[in-house]
Nanobody, 124 residues
């Protein structure tokens, strides 16, 4: 399974970006896709996850109300719409896939596949 994340870039505080994560290779009947981020010198942080059906979503406290995760199962692609961005959102954003029908939660170690990351920089 290959995950490719893209859509990162430089944006001013208060702006928006939309990240995409396309999965290819082996397909799964049920899975969760998650977004994580890692800023320099910090641990990888859970951002959001979503079930394969799109019916269940969870968000980290720092992004609730500003970020929205969605999925197009037909395209095996997850999205992260980021609004009202803040300088503290600056990080490399990673997408991940857990090949399970049960939610694995916010621990990175529970995910089976990872994308290469895309850099989001928010200027003040």
């Amino acid at each position: 399974v290959q995950l490719q994340a893209f859509g990162g870039g430089l944006v001013q505080a208060g702006g928006s970006l939309r990240l995409s994560c396309a999965a290819s290779g082996r397909t799964f009947s049920s899975y969760y896709m998650g977004w994580f981020r890692q800023a320099p010198g910090k641990e990888r942080e859970f951002v959001a996850d979503i079930s394969w059906s799109g019916g269940t979503t969870y968000y980290g406290d720092s992004v609730k109300g500003r970020f929205t995760i969605s999925i197009d199962s037909a395209k095996s692609t997850a999205y992260l719409q980021m609004n009202n961005l803040k300088p503290e959102d600056t990080a490399v954003y990673y997408c991940a896939l857990a090949a399970t029908r049960l939610r694995v939660g916010p621990l990175p170690s529970r995910y089976d596949y990872w994308g290469q990351g895309t850099l989001v920089t928010v200027s003040s």
